[in-house]
């Protein structure tokens, strides 16, 4: 696994729980530092609650953005609000498709992509969290928030 290079960026829109300062993920592991950014709306949200054990890495997920055509999106981004009480660890990895029935993108299944493999370290027990916006199929945009318990 090649380790992703932090960085912070800002697109278009407007997202309260990811103001101030966020950290992007790029799949080619350029990223950039920005404050206070203008990042997308999201158009879909989802909350993912995580157990985590201090001073370990935990997988958080492994993000891509594969087209019905079967290639990885062009400008794929992993937009992150950091955590308070721990650290993230992104590195590159390969994912093999898995999309269920019904899915445009069915017929990929079994290949390989490029991907970010998201992980989080806390530093002591307690209770955190952090924000992240994706991008989805069509334009969407997806707000993932990690509710994290560490022990």
Request: with cysteine.
């Amino acid at each position: 696994m090649t380790r992703w290079i932090l960085g912070l960026a800002g697109l278009l829109g407007a997202a309260p729980a990811l103001a101030a300062m966020v950290i992007v993920y790029n799949l080619d592991g350029s990223g950039r530092v920005m404050r206070d950014p203008t990042i997308p709306s999201a158009t879909q949200t989802q909350t993912i609650p995580v157990s985590a054990v201090a001073g370990q890495k935990t997988l958080l997920g492994t993000f891509n953005l594969i087209t019905p055509e079967c290639r990885t999106a062009d400008g794929f981004q992993a937009l992150i609000k950091a955590p308070p009480k721990g650290s993230l660890v992104g590195e590159s990895t390969e994912m093999v498709a898995a999309f269920p029935a019904g899915d445009p993108r069915q017929r990929c299944n079994g290949s390989r992509y490029k991907a970010l493999a998201l992980s989080y370290v806390a530093k002591t027990p307690g209770d955190d969290s952090l924000a992240m916006l994706i991008p989805g199929l069509n334009r969407a945009v997806i707000e993932v928030t990690f509710g994290i318990t560490v022990r």
